[in-house]
C-alpha cells in the first residue's frame, strides 16, 4: 500500500458550523470504512479563524490541520499578519506557503515565500511549498526553468534534513476542473523529486474520478485539493477510489 497525503485546502471557504459538519461526516464515512486512514497522511487547511475548532473536531479522527499562511516575521507589530509561532500553539503541523494565489493575487515573490518557510520551520512547522507554472509559460515551454526557479529560491538555506513538502500545481488546473494529464503531473512531479527528495503532491482539479490515476504515479505522493475538499463525502470519495483501485491494481 502506497503511502499518500490527502491536504484539504478549504481556501477562503466554509464556517463554524460546517467545520463541526465535515467532522461529523467524516466519523460517519470512517465508521463505515475501518482501515480507508491506513498509510494516508490527512490534513485539513481551513481559514485562520476556524484553525481551533478544526483542532478541536478533528484531532480525534486522526486528521491534522494545517495553516493556508503564515508570517515571514515573529510576533511583534505586524498588522493583519499571524506568526507561525501562533500556529503552532493553536495546534497546526503543517503550512502553505507560496500558493499560487498568494503569488499572482498578492503578489509574493519567491524570496518573501523563501522568508515564511524559514520562519515555519523555526516554529517547528512543515511548510507545504506550492509551485507552478501559468499557462502562458506553458505554452511557451518554461514550466521546467519555472518550477525550477520557483523551487530553488523557496528552499534558499532550509536547513539540511528539514521536513517540508511540495505541492505542484499548475496554474491553469486550479479550480477549472481541467486537470494535468497523469503523464504531465509525474514528470513535473519527477523532476522536483529528483532534486529535493520530499514527498511531492499534486494539485488542480483533483476530483475522486481522476485521483486514482494521478496518485499511482511514482512520483505523486497525493494531493493538495481546493474544491473537492469542501464536501467530506468528495474529498474521502478520492481517498476510497485511489485505493479501490490500487487493490484492482493487485488483484
Ligand atoms: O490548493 C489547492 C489548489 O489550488 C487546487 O484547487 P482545486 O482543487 O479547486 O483546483
Not at 470504512?33 to 478541536?56: D, M, N, S, Y
Not at 503552532?88 to 503541523?93: D, L, S, V
Not at 500558493?99 to 520562519?119: C, D
Not at 496518485?215 to 476510497?240: E, H, T, V, W
Request: with cysteine; proline share 4%.
Amino acid at each position: 500500500m502506497k503511502k499518500i497525503f490527502l491536504f484539504g485546502n478549504w481556501k477562503m471557504n466554509q464556517s463554524l458550523r460546517a467545520t463541526e459538519n465535515f467532522a461529523a461526516e467524516s466519523a460517519a464515512f470512517f465508521s463505515e470504512r475501518p482501515g480507508l486512514k491506513a498509510e494516508t497522511e490527512i490534513c485539513i487547511f481551513p481559514p485562520f479563524v476556524l484553525i481551533p475548532e478544526a483542532v478541536k473536531n478533528f484531532t480525534n479522527l486522526g486528521v491534522t490541520v494545517g495553516a493556508q499562511n503564515a508570517s515571514d516575521h515573529g510576533e511583534g507589530a505586524y498588522t493583519g499578519e499571524v506568526a507561525p509561532s501562533m500556529l503552532k500553539e493553536a495546534g497546526c503541523r503543517y503550512v502553505i506557503v507560496g500558493h499560487s494565489e498568494r503569488r499572482h493575487i498578492y503578489g509574493e515573490s519567491s524570496e518573501l515565500v523563501n522568508k515564511k518557510a524559514l520562519n515555519c520551520l523555526t516554529s517547528g512547522l512543515i511548510p507545504v511549498l506550492c509551485v507552478g507554472e501559468t499557462l502562458e509559460e506553458r505554452d511557451a515551454g518554461r514550466t521546467t526553468d519555472v518550477i525550477s526557479d520557483q523551487l530553488r529560491k523557496g528552499v534558499k538555506d532550509f536547513p539540511a534534513g528539514a521536513a517540508y513538502v511540495v505541492a505542484y500545481e499548475p496554474v491553469w488546473a486550479i479550480g477549472t476542473g481541467r486537470a494535468a494529464s497523469a503523464e504531465d503531473a509525474e514528470k513535473v512531479c519527477r523532476l522536483i523529486k529528483d532534486s529535493v527528495r520530499v514527498p511531492v503532491l499534486y494539485g488542480g482539479s483533483v476530483k475522486p474520478s481522476n485521483a486514482a490515476e494521478l496518485f499511482s504515479r511514482p512520483s505523486i505522493d497525493g494531493g493538495l485539493i481546493g474544491g473537492a475538499s469542501l464536501k467530506a463525502r468528495d474529498f474521502f470519495a478520492i481517498l476510497k477510489n485511489f485505493r479501490a483501485a490500487e487493490l484492482e491494481a493487485v488483484l
